[in-house]
């Protein structure tokens, strides 16, 4: 660990000379509350954003929403999702809407162009204005007031922090992460919901007991234990739920196949879960937590292909490699994300590198097994 709360984690070279250093800080946890490993202080405060998506939809479904709305685990899986809003998105979101008894104009979310941008270019030359079912926040949302028509509550103020559902979803949120209530900041979303600031360290255990709910300390109710398996299902079972055809989230759980649990947020946000077993036999299920300081604002504007603010996919890759959670078939399969890249310029001359720049710092009696480090 370190005084400096964020450190060097990505960096990009010109010819010899490092050009750019992305920072950040990274925790990873196991179930029971152990610091497995870290880089920068994994005690960093900041918001969530949308990595908070899985945990937020908890308390609904612990407390029976998908078989009192017979919610099936796609529909589960965009409630939790941050979606690109293609017409497969909105027609599983109409699903939803159906089925709870909410409409479009309930919700309060919104509206953007869609994140995938054939299905942006397809609006625009229909003559189409974004709607907010096209907002990447409005599965959430209709989880939301789906869960404040359940337990017959107001829903015109949904989002309003004081809402019982909202007063709901911050205490299963507290009790996840290990922090009191008053512990928690409480700050308005961009999609105008309430979001949480906590430290790295609470994140990655409440995503360490959703994956590995039998492992938790203290033990999770039988409930929240089944809750939390259905959300990891509904999920990895449904990547194209949670993101889209362009999201890292997306081509991440598809490619490891129910081992990768994968969820960002804004502003250089994102929480991984690996499966108990997979790092080795009888590994514990592990939560990660990380955020690059800067935003990596880029991403929102660069392809894929382009390494220019890709740093948080990147870094992903490379904290999965360092904790052996990836095969080399996986790694193949995700060169697109990094961890490295050359860099370019416009004539195609090979002018540089991205590359990440850290090693995680593996705690005392870690769980994870020498023969995982690639350090060792």
């Known amino acids: 660990m370190t005084n400096q709360p964020y450190l060097p ?3 990009l070279t010109r010819g010899a000379v490092v050009e750019t250093v992305h920072y950040g800080a990274i925790a990873v946890v196991d179930a029971t509350g152990r610091l497995v490993a870290s880089y920068g202080d994994p005690n960093s405060v900041t918001y969530l954003r949308s990595s908070a998506k899985p945990i937020q939809a908890l308390s609904f479904i612990e407390n029976d929403g998908q078989e009192y709305y017979h919610l099936s685990l796609r529909e589960l899986a965009l409630i939790c999702a941050s979606h690109s809003g293609t017409d497969d998105h909105v027609a599983v979101l109409l699903g939803i809407h159906r089925k709870t008894g909410i409409s479009e104009s309930d919700l309060l979310c919104g509206t ?4 995938h941008k054939p299905t942006e270019q397809a609006l625009r030359e229909r003559g189409e204005k974004p709607t ?3 907002h990447n926040c409005s599965g959430k949302h209709s989880g939301m007031l789906a869960y404040a028509r359940m337990l017959g509550q107001p829903t015109a103020d949904y989002i309003n922090p004081q809402h019982p559902v909202q007063q709901v979803i911050l205490k299963t949120f507290s009790e996840m992460s290990g922090l009191p209530v008053e512990k928690v900041a409480v700050g308005i979303d961009g999609c105008s919901a309430p979001n949480f600031a906590i430290p790295l360290y609470n994140t990655a255990l409440a995503i360490a007991r959703i994956c590995d709910p039998e492992n938790s300390l203290p033990p999770l109710s039988q409930k929240r234990a089944v809750a939390c398996h259905k959300i990891v299902q509904a999920m990895t079972s449904n990547p194209d739920m949670v993101g889209g055809p362009n999201s890292f989230d ?10 990768i649990l994968s969820k960002g947020g804004a502003e250089g946000y994102q929480v991984l879960g690996v499966m108990p077993g997979v790092v080795a036999a009888g590994s514990p299920g592990l939560g990660i937590a990380y955020k690059i300081s800067d935003g990596d604002l880029k991403s929102h504007t660069h392809p894929v292909s382009d390494p220019r603010g890709q740093a948080r996919p990147a870094v992903a890759i490379e904290i999965l490699r360092q904790l052996g959670a990836l095969s080399p078939l996986m ?9 490295s890249f050359p860099l370019y310029n416009w004539r195609k001359l090979h002018v540089g590198e991205a590359h990440p720049c850290f090693q995680l710092e593996l705690a005392h009696q870690s769980a994870i097994p ?3 480090d690639p350090s060792k």
Do not use: C, I, K
Not at 250 to 259: A, C, S
Not at 331 to 339: F, I
């Open 9 to 11: 984690v990505f960096e």
């Open 112 to 115: 953007h162009p869609p994140l």
């Open 132 to 134: 907010p079912n096209r």
């Open 250 to 259: 997306t081509h991440l759980m598809t490619t490891t196949e129910g081992q």
């Open 331 to 339: 790694l193949g399969s995700l060169l697109e994300y990094g961890p």
């Open 370 to 372: 020498d023969s995982a």
